[in-house]
């Protein structure tokens, strides 16, 4: 099958893409008022003296006592802060403060509120940054985690609402179902054949959902492998999507030989939206995901191929978003790879008919996010 014969090219519907950017620059103020807000910290803490006194990575270290898990994160925020015009290198290696860079509590309050006004699509992202920053000196210097934050007493309402309210990550699910339609339609040879599809890291189901509707109704399905390397995802899903008999709950560690767990090259379908990001080595993930699919399945890769500085902010703070062990392939300060990154490995890895889905919708170029498909 030709996938760039048969997947269609479609414009962006004009409200979705408004959603879409309004989100963008929402999530960019997010993103500002948390770095401001990391800047209020560290003059409470007296790693600088406003703009008077200089500091580096050493000295936010010892002022706020960060452990060594963070060293690598602490770089990252340097970066994040100079990219952004609020500290300034000078000749001896150290930062100094801009000072128009610096706002007080009461400020960043506003800021906060302004923000959630003016951006409504961002307020639950804005509300998370800012439990966070709140926490932030007690995480760095490892006396609290961020994963409290994220699910709090252990619900996953802030990762639903996170994914709920964004229209980039809809736009995206939407664009799976839709290119999975399109592969079936063009795959029927026989009719009522029914197609066996396996989704790596499904997590809370936000992609999985839209898929299901569409199944449901046309009985294409003979299975749908729901995977996730967490059993607490998996009893979540199982208590959202029971209702639908041709899913197959399990848990599947995409680090290890799918085999050795279980699994063979049974499927025609296989999805993965921001997961493999996650693992070690991308070269050895992409050869266990190969191991899954049939001769001529479709691989549809879900990935954010731009570095966000909310993400870095976040799930900065957990250790799985620094895990990896192929910095080469990841963008600079990121576990994340770009989009020509993800073509070669998928190349290498001995997948054909490598196709991002932005370059086939015109999509404009500030995306951060992007679906890349693929056969064997
Ligand atoms: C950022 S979430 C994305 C969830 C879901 N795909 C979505 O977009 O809603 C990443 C998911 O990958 C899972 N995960 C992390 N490492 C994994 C691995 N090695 N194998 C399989 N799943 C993994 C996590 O448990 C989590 O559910």
Known sequence: MKLTENIKKTSIEKETLKNIVSFQQGINKVEEYGLRYFLSLLTENKVFLRAKKTFN???????????SKYYRFIESLLVMLTRRGLIKKNDTNHFELIESGFLSSVELNNELSFIIDAYPL????????????KAYLNILSNKETFLPILFPMGSFSIIEQLYGNNPMAAYYNEKIADICKQ??????????????????GAGVGATSKKL????????????????????????????CFSSYDFIDFQILNIERLPIEQGFFNHYDIVIATNVLHATSNLSMTL????????????FILNEAVNVRDFSTLTYGLTDGWWR??????????????????????????????VQSFNELTQFPETIFQDIIISTV
């Open 324 to 353: 990896f062990e192929d910095g080469k392939k990841r963008i600079l300060g990121s576990p994340l790879a770009s989009l020509s990154e993800w073509k070669i490995l998928l190349k290498q890895t001995g997948f054909s008919s």
């Open 212 to 239: 299901f509707s569409l199944l449901n109704n046309k009985q294409l399905c003979e299975i749908y492998c729901y995977t996730d390397i967490s059993q607490a995802f998996i009893n979540y899903a199982k208590r």
């Open 183 to 200: 592969y079936i339609v063009h795959s029927q040879d026989q009719k009522n054949k029914k197609f066996s599809i396996l989704e790596i």
């Open 287 to 298: 050869a266990h995901t190969h191991t899954l699919l049939k001769k001529g399945g479709l």
């Open 122 to 133: 961002v307020e639950t992202s804005a509300l998370l940054l800012q439990k966070t920053m």
């Open 57 to 67: 990575s050493d000295s936010i270290i010892k002022n706020i006592n960060v452990a």
